[in-house]
């Protein structure tokens, strides 16, 4: 049965000619009544003879050789179907950390419903947009702690989000571990491209490891870090304790993020620094990183045409030998 979705002529401007077909015709016409001759007598009866059907099949010699012509034609164009199937090629893949800071003031209500959540959220969007890419999840407070080894199951590294609480570490903000704790998930990493996103909301103020000195590693192991600084500009309300029924209580406060430190981690490692100061402005730094750090991926088409003119030349052959036959043997007497 043919497909007609996937039938093409590679050269379909030969079919243009086939316009001088019906041209031929009026043409062959024309001569046909041209070149007959009448006779006019008065009467016929001495002429009359037993007539033969021959002489008006003659026309079926002009049939013959048109159609073969018009086969002969239609081959030029070259018909053919095409089957094309799709291979994809991924070239470069990229190991992804994201070191997310737990810390109190990461309840902080500027972001809504709070810093974390609103982070969560943007958090399991990009991870749905890295199919091709293993990701891990390292969180740090005044320490830090690998929550997910780096995996290519995204079922995993969602759900590791989605459980991501506040108190889970001691108080502080110690960056350098969070850092570090990144850096070492990615150190025996065989992937070509090294990313860690590193997001905060506060200043350095706990841990053993100094920030510049986990850069300095992560410079060395060619990783690249994109820093983001999470928090409004000005006051925002953070937690500052809780009342009888364990319920947060809070207060306005003064937003303050070390841009400096977070801008130094950026640039030593050839990342980017970026500052979060509502939902929208978070949601469109991931979008960001998430363009520029593509995994490259090539599509292969393979075409395969299965040829139609072959059958239509065998056509116009053998009208052409039905006509010579023809034309040699029981039209001989009449041409």
Known sequence: MMNWSNFEFHNPEFLWLLILIPLFGIWYYLIRKNETAVLTVSNIKGFTTKGSIIPKLRPLLAILRVSAISFLLVALARPRNVAVSTKIKTNRGIDIVMAVDVSASMLAKDLKPNRLEALKVVATNFVNRRPNDRIGIVVYAGESFTQTPITSDKGIIKKTISDIKWGQLDGGTAIGMGLGSAVNRLKESKAKS???????????????????????????????????????????????????????????????????????????????????????????????????????????????????????????????????LLRSTLFRSFI
Do not use: H, W
């Open 194 to 324: 090294k990313v860690i996103i590193l997001l905060t909301d506060g200043v350095n103020n706990s841990g053993f490891v100094d920030p510049k000195t986990a850069t300095e590693l992560a410079k060395e192991l060619n990783i690249k870090v994109y820093t983001v600084g999470i928090g409004t500009n000005g006051m925002a309300d953070f937690p500052y304790s809780k009342d009888r029924k364990g319920r947060l209580q809070f207060r306005k406060q003064r937003v303050e993020i070390d841009e400096d430190l977070l801008q130094f981690i950026a640039n030593e490692t050839k990342g980017q620094y970026f500052r979060a100061t509502d939902n929208t402005k978070l949601q469109d730094i991931y979008d960001e990183i998430d363009t520029l750090e593509k995994t490259k991926i090539e599509e292969f088409k393979y075409y395969n045409y299965q040829e139609k003119y072959r059958f239509l030349i065998c056509v116009a052959g053998v009208l052409l030998l039905l006509e010579y």
